[in-house]
């Protein structure tokens, strides 16, 4: 497709469990985000990367919380033993990156997390 | 610290009036500004963005904002808004270097009809 693909769109899961969110970004992005989005907040950073390679991890809230990107594509966010602060909208971007920080970044829809 | 300050949470207007949206961020070094529009039930999307030049940047569907460099300030403006301006706005920066982008927390904008 022409934008980025976030899977799944909504997820329900008990709390204590692992939940895996897939993102697929613009084709010949390289530069591919993470963001939380918690009801009435904005949009928490945490992480992006460059490549394969992430760059920045700082917005990780906790050691539960880890991501990949594979092939310079695909990311995948893992949060392990779900807490009910999990629960939030997480967002995908994607960004062409040559240098500068100045490279608007492509949204995808989201997914909906909840945690019972 | 970096950070974005957006602080009209809900702005309510009706139909044809004017609008400004406060943004003020605090970061160090050459900036990289963005306004983001979230509509309802649709993911975020860019409005407009600012690199460099002229401080007066226009964006989509009438859209402008200005930065003011000595005001930490990139407001976004709209002249007459219309009904389907209903959104939420996000106003973002990232640095020359940098690619992590900090955002405000947001302004949602209702419009009366």
């Known amino acids: 497709g022409a934008g980025v693909s976030q899977s799944p769109s909504n997820k329900v899961t008990e709390k204590g469990k692992d939940v895996e969110l897939r993102c697929d970004p613009i084709?010949?992005?390289?530069?591919l985000y993470w963001y939380r989005q918690s009801l009435g907040q904005g949009l928490e950073f945490l992480i992006y990367f460059q490549g394969n390679s992430a760059p920045d991890k700082s917005g990780l809230p906790s050691d539960r919380f880890s991501a990949e990107r594979t092939g310079g594509s695909v990311s995948t966010l893992t949060i392990q033993r779900t807490q009910q602060e999990d629960s939030a909208v997480y967002l995908c971007?994607?960004?062409?990156?040559?240098?500068?920080?100045?490279?608007?970044?492509?949204f995808g829809d989201g997914t909906r997390l909840s945690i019972l | 610290a970096q950070s974005v300050s957006q602080h009209n949470h809900h702005v309510i207007l009706s139909e044809a009036a004017s609008l400004e949206l406060g943004c003020n961020y605090s970061?160090?070094?050459?900036?990289?500004l963005f306004w983001y529009v979230q509509y309802p039930g649709q993911h975020l999307q860019l409005l407009l963005k600012?690199?460099?030049?002229?401080?007066l940047v226009k964006g989509i569907k009438g859209f402008e904002a200005e930065f003011i460099k000595s005001k930490f300030s990139f407001n976004l403006r709209k002249p007459s808004v219309q009904w389907s301006d209903t959104a939420e706005y996000f106003c973002?920066?990232?640095?020359?270097?940098?690619?992590?982008?900090?955002f405000g927390s947001g302004t949602r904008l209702s419009i009366r009809p």
């Open positions: 600012y690199f460099s030049g002229d401080p």
């Open positions: 084709s010949g992005h390289t530069a």
């Open positions: 971007a994607s960004s062409l990156t040559t240098g500068g920080g100045n490279q608007p970044q492509h």
């Open positions: 970061y160090g070094g050459t900036v990289n």
């Open positions: 973002a920066v990232t640095g020359s270097s940098a690619s992590k982008i900090i």
